[in-house]
């Protein structure tokens, strides 16, 4: 019987993965982005104040946002841009598009945003319970006679004169003045009660039965050797080859992306739920980067769909790439870490029981707080497998901006902590 031979027809497929780095891709006509930013940690935005803008030049805000202002990432949801309540000093409330990047960023510079008085009100008795300090009236501003952030202020000296402070509206809304914020921003992250995003233990041998602090403490006191070390880490920045971005356009009645991404499909249903779009509508291409440890793998969906949006909205080509002050404040690699470990250990080197406690700022949020948790705790066991181990992982959000994972990184200062504090 003759071989039956089936003819293949080879389909064509369009590339989505590009030869070229985000800062060389152009198209015609293409706009440029610039993200407007609150210039505080906390507050509910009452207006984002903007007389006019020059011909060709459009601020977009979660309002023109056709769809959902969310982006659902694992079990955290953020937003693409801030509505009311501010989180953390830098968080988008809007993107400013035009012709001419340094005229963008200057406009998007410029636009003064408006908070409500009866939320720095709340700062201030908040603080007044842990200031016991003399008061000092603040006019138009504070009426609580136990609160003492004016009495800060003025010892800081960062205000010349009170009496200078704007009075407020009928609104009972005001523009912070930049000395203020300032100085509420430097108290505020200290004494602000962060929420635990992620917790691991591991408890073996004599902590699996004890929960006393001074039994534990005993314990490690009667060794031979008790030896204690703290560890911080915190990944530096490398030398951008470019910063974080994309640029988004329309063709054909399809949205293309072009984007660092390492999450295409998380991008692509972002951009749908957000836009109204189909998602077969939608083509994500992947441009070059440096490194995927340092893309932030789920923030540049954000300054995708932030792109995209304008793109749709403005007709134009729309390319977003953040400064290099932004990239280094906003976009870092990593989450800050804090290793503190205890060891008791007897004469001849013998390991007989092992305490860590690591703390990680996860900033405003990070979808990857359980797995970081888990990586840290997994590390940090090792493999010298003591008796006696107690691991206790705590993950913790701050007013700071979100973090990312870095994935190839996260288990290495761990065990750098480790083998240092042994050695």
Same mark, same amino acid.
């Given at each position: 019987?003759?071989?039956?031979?089936?003819?293949?027809?080879?389909?064509?497929?369009?590339?989505?993965?590009?030869?070229?780095?985000?800062?060389?891709?152009?198209?015609?006509?293409?706009?440029?982005?610039?993200?407007?930013?609150?210039?505080?940690?906390?507050?509910?935005?009452?207006?984002?104040?903007?007389?006019?803008?020059?011909?060709?030049?459009?601020?977009?805000?979660?309002?023109?946002?056709?769809?959902?202002?969310?982006?659902?990432?694992?079990?955290?949801?953020?937003?693409?841009?801030?509505?009311?309540?501010?989180?953390?000093?830098?968080?988008?409330?809007?993107?400013?598009?035009?012709?001419?990047?340094?005229?963008?960023?200057?406009?998007?510079?410029?636009?003064?945003?408006?908070?409500?008085?009866?939320?720095?009100?709340?700062?201030?008795?908040?603080?007044?319970?842990?200031?016991?300090?003399?008061?000092?009236?603040?006019?138009?501003?504070?009426?609580?006679?136990?609160?003492?952030?004016?009495?800060?202020?003025?010892?800081?000296?960062?205000?010349?004169?009170?009496?200078?402070?704007?009075?407020?509206?009928?609104?009972?809304?005001?523009?912070?003045?930049?000395?203020?914020?300032?100085?509420?921003?430097?108290?505020?992250?200290?004494?602000?009660? +962060? &929420? =635990?995003?992620?917790?691991?233990? #591991?408890?073996?041998?004599?902590?699996?039965?004890?929960? $006393?602090?001074?039994? %534990?403490?005993?314990?490690?006191?009667?060794?031979?050797?008790?030896?204690?070390?703290?560890?911080?880490?915190?990944?530096k920045s490398p030398v951008w080859i470019e910063t974080s971005g994309a640029l988004s356009y329309?063709?054909?009645?399809?949205?293309?992306?072009?984007?660092?991404?390492?999450?295409?499909?998380?991008?692509?249903?972002?951009?749908?739920?957000?836009?109204?779009?189909?998602?077969?509508?939608?083509?994500?291409?992947?441009?070059?980067?440096?490194?995927?440890?340092?893309?932030?793998?789920?923030?540049?969906?954000?300054?995708?769909?932030?792109?995209?949006?304008?793109?749709?909205?403005?007709?134009?080509p729309v390319k977003l790439l953040l400064t290099r002050k932004e990239q280094e404040l906003f976009?870092?690699?990593?989450?800050?870490?804090?290793?503190?470990?205890? +060891? &008791? =250990?007897?004469?001849?080197?013998? #390991?007989?029981?092992?305490?860590?406690?690591?703390?990680? $700022?996860?900033?405003? %949020?990070?979808?990857?707080?359980?797995?970081?948790?888990?990586?840290?705790?997994?590390?940090?066991?090792?493999?010298?497998?003591?008796?006696?181990?107690?691991?206790?992982?705590?993950?913790?959000?701050?007013?700071?901006?979100?973090?990312?994972?870095?994935?190839?990184?996260?288990?290495?200062?761990?065990?750098?902590?480790?083998?240092?504090?042994?050695?």
């Amino acid at each position: 019987m003759p071989e039956r031979k089936t003819k293949r027809t080879k389909k064509l497929r369009k590339s989505y993965i590009l030869k070229d780095f985000l800062i060389d891709c152009t198209k015609n006509s293409m706009y440029y982005g610039a993200l407007v930013r609150s210039p505080s940690s906390f507050g509910k935005i009452t207006n984002i104040g903007i007389t006019s803008l020059p011909e060709g030049y459009y601020l977009y805000t979660a309002r023109d946002i056709p769809g959902e202002n969310v982006i659902h990432t694992l079990d955290t949801d953020t937003q693409i841009f801030c509505t009311e309540e501010v989180h953390y000093a830098g968080e988008p409330v809007g993107i400013l598009v035009g012709p001419d990047i340094q005229k963008v960023r200057k406009l998007a510079s410029e636009i003064q945003l408006t908070f409500d008085i009866s939320t720095i009100e709340n700062v201030a008795k908040n603080l007044s319970r842990i200031y016991k300090r003399p008061f000092l009236e603040l006019p138009g501003y504070v009426t609580d006679k136990d609160s003492a952030i004016a009495d800060i202020v003025d010892d800081l000296n960062i205000l010349p004169s009170l009496d200078s402070l704007p009075a407020p509206t009928e609104k009972s809304s005001y523009t912070a003045p930049e000395q203020i914020t300032k100085v509420i921003e430097s108290i505020t992250p200290h004494h602000t009660e +962060s &929420a =635990v995003l992620a917790k691991r233990e #591991i408890r073996t041998g004599f902590f699996e039965n004890v929960r $006393d602090e001074k039994e %534990t403490d005993s314990f490690f006191k009667n060794a031979d050797f008790d030896v204690s070390d703290v560890w911080t880490n915190r990944e530096k920045s490398p030398v951008w080859i470019e910063t974080s971005g994309a640029l988004s356009y329309m063709e054909d009645s399809t949205l293309n992306v072009l984007s660092t991404t390492q999450w295409p499909a998380h991008l692509q249903k972002t951009l749908s739920n957000a836009l109204n779009i189909d998602e077969n509508r939608i083509e994500i291409r992947k441009t070059l980067s440096q490194s995927k440890n340092f893309n932030g793998t789920w923030r540049t969906t954000t300054l995708a769909v932030q792109s995209a949006l304008a793109a749709v909205l403005s007709d134009h080509p729309v390319k977003l790439l953040l400064t290099r002050k932004e990239q280094e404040l906003f976009n870092a690699p990593g989450t800050s870490v804090t290793i503190t470990q205890r +060891s &008791a =250990v007897d004469k001849e080197g013998h #390991i007989k029981a092992m305490q860590v406690f690591i703390e990680g $700022d996860a900033g405003y %949020t990070n979808p990857f707080a359980k797995e970081i948790a888990d990586r840290l705790s997994i590390a940090c066991a090792n493999f010298y497998c003591p008796e006696n181990l107690y691991i206790c992982t705590t993950i913790k959000n701050s007013p700071n901006p979100p973090t990312s994972i870095s994935l190839e990184t996260i288990d290495s200062g761990a065990f750098f902590a480790v083998e240092n504090h042994l050695n």
